[in-house]
T-cell receptor
């Protein structure tokens, strides 16, 4: 357990509405990630952050934005939700402090989002 | 990044060792091999990682061939709670890429 919580855990929303998912960590790790998981696709990286206000795109970033105004929180926003964004969203943190020699990530419990 | 190939599924008897193979024939010299697993509906869980040498921790052992083109994750005494999808990942940077993995079913 790396002190990662996600909120909400479940959400049902309608097409076209904005949605924000929150990932919170208690251990002040530098790297945070958002993934989505869909049947047949495994986990796919949406966005990641390597520090406060430092973010970058992953492989499936279209339709998503992120913000990280403080170390402990990483927000994922769907500006206008679509049915294709129905998925399970996982947040992760990485405990490495420098270098990229390895990447042990710890995952949160997930948020199940349904867009009707 | 190197791609990995894993069998889609395998069964294992409870109490026996489970040997999970992974092929990564295009791996480059600075890429690590990581293993994660995902138990139904939960977030993925880190198991072990290695570069060249075999590694062991409280969860599993990782055997990497000398040419580094393949590896095997060994769960020494599988239990029913080890039923999960196991992912073999090869990566050098901080972005992991999860494939379909191997669905391991441990049977009593």
């Amino acid at each position: 357990d790396a002190g990662i919580t996600q909120s909400p855990r479940h959400k049902v929303t309608e097409t076209g509405t904005p949605v924000t998912l929150r990932c919170h960590q208690t251990e002040n790790h530098r790297y945070m990630y958002w993934y989505r998981q869909d049947p047949g696709h495994g986990l796919r990286l949406i966005h990641y952050s390597y520090g406060v206000k430092d973010t970058d795109k992953g492989e499936v970033s279209d339709g998503y934005s992120v913000s990280r105004s403080k170390t402990e929180d990483f927000l994922l926003t769907l500006e206008s939700a679509t049915s294709s964004q129905t998925s399970v969203y996982f947040c992760a943190i990485s405990k490495q402090t420098s270098g990229f020699s390895y990447n042990e990530q710890f995952f949160g419990p997930g948020t199940r989002l349904t867009v009707l | 990044d190197a791609k990995t190939t894993q069998p889609p599924s395998m069964d294992c008897a409870e109490g026996r060792a489970a040997n999970l193979p992974c092929n990564h024939s295009t791996i480059s010299g600075n890429e690590y091999v990581y293993w994660y697993r995902q138990i139904h509906s939960q977030g993925p869980q880190y198991i072990i990682h290695g570069l060249k040498n075999n590694e062991t921790n409280e969860m599993a052992s990782l055997i990497i061939t000398e040419d580094r083109k393949s590896s095997t994750l060994i769960l020494p005494h599988a239990t029913l709670r080890d039923t999960a999808v196991y992912y073999c990942i090869v990566r050098v940077a901080y972005k992991l890429s999860f494939g379909a993995g191997t669905t391991v079913t441990v049977r009593a």
